[in-house]
Nanobody, 123 residues
C-alpha cells in the first residue's frame, strides 16, 4: 500500500485546511486509515481515525471540535478537515493504514505510512 498525503501549507491562526491522503497498491477491502502528526521536538502523536465501518470517529482531545476525518471509499482517500487552526497544530501530518480490523490510536500498530505533509500555523 502506498499513501500520498497532500494539502499542507502555511496559514495564519484561525484559518482552515483540508488534508488528503490517497491510497494505492494493494487496497482491496476497506482500509482502516488514520492521521498522525509530529510537531518539532515531539513524538508522533495520534490525531484522528474512524471505525472499520466508518460509523464512529475518534480524535485526540487537542483537536476535538476543530478537526474532522472523513473518507471516500470509492477513491481510497481519507481527508482531514481542520478549522480554527492554532500555532500548536504546526506539525508534519502523516496518514497511515493498519492491517487490523479495529480502530487504534497506537502508532506501532500501523503498517503503512505516507510521506507527510507540513502544516505551519503562524500566530
Amino acid at each position: 500500500v502506498q499513501l500520498q498525503a497532500s494539502g499542507g501549507g502555511l496559514v495564519q491562526a484561525g484559518a482552515s485546511l483540508r488534508l488528503s491522503c490517497a491510497a494505492s497498491g494493494r487496497t482491496s477491502g476497506t482500509l482502516l486509515m488514520a492521521w498522525f502528526r509530529r510537531s518539532p521536538g515531539r513524538d508522533r502523536e495520534f490525531v484522528a481515525t474512524f471505525s472499520q465501518t466508518g460509523g464512529y470517529t475518534y480524535y485526540a482531545d487537542s483537536v476535538k471540535g476543530r478537526f474532522t476525518i472523513f473518507r471516500d471509499d470509492a477513491k481510497n482517500t481519507v481527508y482531514l478537515r481542520m478549522i480554527g487552526l492554532k500555532p500548536e497544530d504546526t506539525a508534519v501530518y502523516y496518514c497511515a493504514v493498519t492491517s487490523r480490523n479495529t480502530a487504534t490510536m497506537s502508532t506501532s500498530l500501523y503498517d503503512y505510512w505516507g510521506q507527510g505533509t507540513l502544516v505551519t500555523v503562524s500566530s
